[in-house]
């Protein structure tokens, strides 16, 4: 189907998930159940839960809770590529590690030593970095050893404030982190096993002028999108060639900005692999961007292809597509619910 003929997509609500009892900071789809989406979700209410969808029905429903863990919030969660850990990053200053053992999850390592909230964890695409970030203004990565170990590797240090989010190139082992300090850094190995931050994206080079909460890529990995506490979403490019062929410090671009779609925080941006960007915000609403093709004069732009008011009651914290060929989307909110979304084409 055609994404570029404006005017022919709808945004369906599938279905709202209860359970957590306190806001619903982070979502992650397991990237390895596409056929049966499972995803995970995290909250104030210190637990995670395991959501999984009824082939017959098509609906969602709690598989497990995962409590009794973490001692304050969990504020972000994400699966290792096998989908077979589940890593979970909470204001208690640590990490923990859960494993699928036939059916149950078990918690098989916990992570310690920022001083503080840890705020996000991310996987490299081969499963064998872990990266954390907290309110403590570092960056950790952990490396994966045999038997569900984690060894530090390296502490990253450059911020000047809280570090919001860190994500790993989706093809690359180049990480990104962004912060309250309206930065963007972008850190690589130096071979030698040191890491090494090897560009800032800061409101010098276009950047941000307020908090950068989230950063997602699209599906070849040559593009990014920023968003943040100034209302704008970012589009930044690179020559992924250069990276391919070893050069780490291939320098990211700004493209385009995109403003005047959110009157509030925009909290979390995520590109689905056909190159739709999701956007949340504080003004609880979802916005859909695509590229446009049309006019390319003046470089590349971004269009609005759909926006849905109060998506939710509260603030918006995450959007995440999910995995499999279905269009779906779930969001998570301060009002403790989770929707389930579908990009539906009219016909």
């Known amino acids: 189907m055609d994404l570029h003929d404006d005017g022919n997509m709808i945004l369906k609500e599938i279905q709202t998930l209860e359970g957590h009892t306190d806001r619903v900071w982070s979502l992650a789809w397991n990237p390895a159940t596409a056929t049966s989406p499972v995803f995970a979700s995290c909250s104030g209410d210190k637990t995670v839960r395991i959501w999984e969808q009824t082939p017959s029905t098509?609906?969602?429903?709690?598989?497990?809770?995962?409590?009794?863990?973490?001692?304050?919030?969990?504020?972000?969660?994400?699966?290792s590529p096998s989908g077979k850990l589940l890593a979970?990053?909470?204001?208690?200053?640590?990490?923990?590690?859960?494993?699928?053992?036939?059916?149950?999850?078990?918690?098989?390592?916990?992570l310690e030593g920022h001083e503080n909230e840890v705020k996000s964890v991310s996987w490299n695409a081969s499963g064998s970095f872990l990266a954390t970030?907290?309110?403590?203004?570092?960056?950790w990565i952990w490396e994966v050893m045999p038997g569900n170990e984690f060894e530090c590797a390296s502490?990253?240090?450059?911020?000047?404030?809280?570090v919001k989010m860190v994500k790993w190139h989706p093809t690359m082992d180049v990480l990104f982190s962004c912060s309250y300090d309206n930065t963007v850094k972008v850190w690589a190995e130096d071979g030698t096993g040191?890491?090494?931050?090897?560009?800032?994206?800061?409101?010098?080079?276009?950047?941000?002028?307020?908090?950068?909460?989230?950063?997602?890529f699209n599906?070849?990995?040559?593009?990014?999108?920023?968003?943040?506490?100034?209302?704008?979403?970012?589009?930044?490019?690179?020559?992924?060639?250069?990276m391919v062929l070893g050069d780490d410090h291939a320098p990211w671009n700004h493209l385009c900005?995109?403003?005047?779609?959110?009157?509030?925080?925009?909290?979390?941006?995520?590109?689905?692999?056909?190159?739709?960007?999701?956007?949340?915000?504080?003004?609880d609403g979802l916005r859909f961007f695509l590229e446009n093709k049309d006019g390319l004069v003046d470089g590349p732009s971004y269009k609005l292809l759909l926006k849905r008011e109060k998506a939710h009651n509260m603030d918006i914290n995450?959007?995440?597509?999910?995995?499999?060929?279905?269009?779906?989307?779930?969001s998570t909110s301060d009002d403790g619910k989770i929707k389930i979304w579908e990009l539906a084409t009219l016909t």
């Open 88 to 110: 979970t990053a909470s204001f208690d200053a640590t990490t923990s590690i859960w494993e699928n053992i036939s059916g149950d999850f078990e918690c098989v390592s916990t």
């Open 219 to 242: 599906a070849e990995g040559d593009r990014m999108v920023t968003c943040s506490d100034d209302l704008t979403l970012k589009i930044w490019e690179t020559d992924v060639g250069r």
């Open 318 to 330: 995450s959007v995440q597509w999910g995995p499999g060929e279905t269009r779906l989307l779930a």
């Open 155 to 162: 502490v990253l240090q450059g911020h000047t404030q809280d």
């Open 194 to 216: 040191d890491w090494h931050c090897v560009q800032t994206l800061g409101e010098s080079n276009n950047g941000h002028s307020s908090t950068v909460w989230a950063l997602s």
């Open 133 to 139: 970030c907290s309110r403590d203004k570092t960056v």
């Open 257 to 283: 900005t995109l403003s005047g779609y959110h009157d509030r925080t925009i909290f979390s941006v995520h590109w689905s692999r056909e190159g739709i960007i999701a956007s949340g915000a504080a003004d």
């Open 58 to 79: 098509r609906l969602w429903h709690c598989k497990a809770v995962l409590e009794e863990t973490h001692t304050r919030t969990v504020r972000s969660c994400a699966w």
